[in-house]
């Protein structure tokens, strides 16, 4: 098969680089085939492209809801190029080979994650398209280069000009990528409605956890360990993973625990002042404002601190407040990991 034959359907609920990565495949010699807002946000600017219906001879249906559930597109994408009789019935039925899948899916999180989401607009989020196409595409891999992440696209870009193809250690790592969004994705939906439809069912009779990875630690709890920490994407509360470091080397494993432990003691004061230093995971020192004694916060980390000065060396300071210059400048007297806090 030449390079010019080569096609590729593309269609993204993220928009995030697809101009540049269809620009970048149409100079290599692919062709485009797309479908509802991808296919007019590609046209719009200036991508050619063919349209699913076009391919299928079949019009997109039930207000989007059925496009690329066809025949020709999936015996497209799952037809095994190295057996023949997969190639005798692709042509007996004018089916013409796939060779990349670009999708990524219905933003179901973050619609859910408003407050108050209409059942029917999240339900209308539940992408079923989408995870067909990925896993067809990542079940087969060797012919197909499946790509579910934007952060991909410029790499894909770069070995297909450099090389000409894709290889099978990257088809095969893009496949995994793609098998754990899907994945990851049913088990968000599947969580939300257990929440939505049986509320009072707290665990359900299983539990289905889908978390991402946010980075990889030095070393786990101990030096010969490895470490790394995940977050659940659908939790948007305050947490580890959702806050902004400011400055300084990378946290430790360790440094995570404590700030986890520093986190839950404060979220138990939301109405008063509050410090707690944290030193392997324990509280070498916790401080409250005193009920209408209006002390500030320089002094309720004063009281903290003094708790236990020994064992507050090199700990992690949490705050419930602001981190005020008295403050930071009592802090600063001593030597601590890592100072958490709303804002400084």
């Known amino acids: 098969m030449s390079e010019k034959?080569?096609?590729?359907?593309?269609?993204?609920s993220d928009k995030s680089g697809v101009t540049e990565l269809a620009a970048?495949?149409?100079?290599?010699?692919f062709e485009i085939i797309s479908s509802g807002g991808t296919f007019r946000y590609l046209t719009e600017n200036g991508i050619t492209c063919k349209r699913v219906s076009d391919v299928t001879g079949f019009p997109e249906i039930l207000d989007g809801r059925v496009k690329t559930?066809?025949?020709k597109v999936f015996g497209a994408i799952l037809g095994r190029r190295k057996i023949r009789e997969h190639?005798?019935?692709?042509?007996?039925?004018?089916v013409e080979p796939i060779d990349m899948v670009v999708v990524n899916l219905y933003p179901f999180r973050e619609t859910v994650s408003k407050p108050k989401v209409p059942l029917e607009d999240a339900v209308e989020m539940i992408d079923i398209g989408g995870p067909s196409l990925i896993r067809a595409a990542a079940k087969n891999?060797?012919?197909i280069i499946v790509v579910v992440d934007p952060n991909d696209y410029s790499s894909i870009l770069g070995e297909l000009d450099s090389k000409g193809d894709v290889s099978i250690e990257k088809r095969r790592e893009l496949a995994v990528k793609a098998f754990m969004l899907t994945s990851g994705y049913d088990v968000a939906i599947a969580n939300w409605l257990r929440s939505r439809f049986n509320p009072d069912s707290h665990w359900g009779d299983s539990l289905r956890i889908g978390l991402e990875k946010v980075l990889e630690t030095r070393y786990g709890?101990?030096?010969?360990?490895k470490g790394a920490y995940f977050r659940d994407p659908s939790f948007k509360g305050i947490s580890v993973a959702n806050s902004d470091v400011l400055w300084g080397k990378e946290l430790s494993f360790n440094n995570i625990y404590d700030i986890d432990a520093a986190t839950d003691i404060l979220m138990e004061f939301p109405e008063r002042t509050c410090c707690a230093i944290i030193k392997h995971n324990n509280p070498s020192g916790v401080a409250v404002e005193r009920n209408g004694d209006g002390g500030s916060l320089a002094d309720v980390f004063e009281r903290a601190?003094?708790?236990d000065p020994i064992s507050a060396f090199g700990g992690i300071i949490g705050l419930n407040r602001e981190c005020d210059l008295p403050t930071a400048e009592r802090i600063r007297e001593r030597f601590f990991e890592v100072v958490i806090?709303?804002?400084f």
Not at 5 to 12: G, N, P
Not at 24 to 29: E, K, N, S, Y
Not at 87 to 94: A, K
Not at 221 to 225: G, M, V
């Open 305 to 307: 601190f003094l708790c």
């Open 341 to 343: 806090a709303p804002s």
């Open 221 to 225: 709890e101990n030096p010969h360990q």
């Open 69 to 71: 559930l066809h025949p």
């Open 5 to 12: 034959e080569r096609k590729v359907l593309i269609s993204v």
């Open 141 to 143: 891999h060797e012919d």
């Open 24 to 29: 970048g495949l149409v100079r290599l010699g």
């Open 87 to 94: 190639i005798v019935q692709m042509e007996e039925n004018d």
